[in-house]
């Protein structure tokens, strides 16, 4: 078992910026792929940004290239998402994910566990 914890959401005002953190505890946090989603009211849970754990590799959502960065620190058991440059469609609520994959990362099924998640909001 992998337990999730978002912190770091609140609200800020369009090109700001905030740092998400998502503490994991339980099994290796290290052999797992850790990705990061958003929900909006009314819409689908959609894919922001993966990174896989036996390369490294990261993905990311198209609409967030650039301006998003995924990262990871297994020594501290943490990821992180680096979000500047925000816009007002970027409100959600974010969830972090462990997946034991390394392919198919972008899509939620492929992932074991989920934190609580936490709000995000940006004003124009």
């Known amino acids: 078992q992998v337990q999730l914890v978002e912190s770091g959401g609140g609200l800020v005002q369009a090109g700001g910026s905030l740092r998400l953190s998502c503490a994991a505890s339980g099994r290796t946090f290290s052999s797992y792929s850790v990705g990061w989603f958003r929900q909006a009211p009314g819409k689908e849970r959609e894919f922001v940004a993966a990174?896989?754990?036996?390369?490294?590799?990261?993905y990311y959502a198209n609409s967030v290239k650039g301006r998003f960065t995924i990262s990871r620190d297994n020594a501290r058991n943490t990821a992180y998402l680096q979000m500047n440059s925000l816009k007002p469609e970027d409100t959600a609520v974010y969830y972090c994910a462990a997946s034991r994959y390394t392919s198919g990362v972008s899509t939620t099924y492929r992932y074991d566990y989920w934190g609580q998640g936490t709000q995000v909001t940006v004003s124009s």
């Open positions: 990174f896989t754990w036996s390369s490294g590799t990261t």
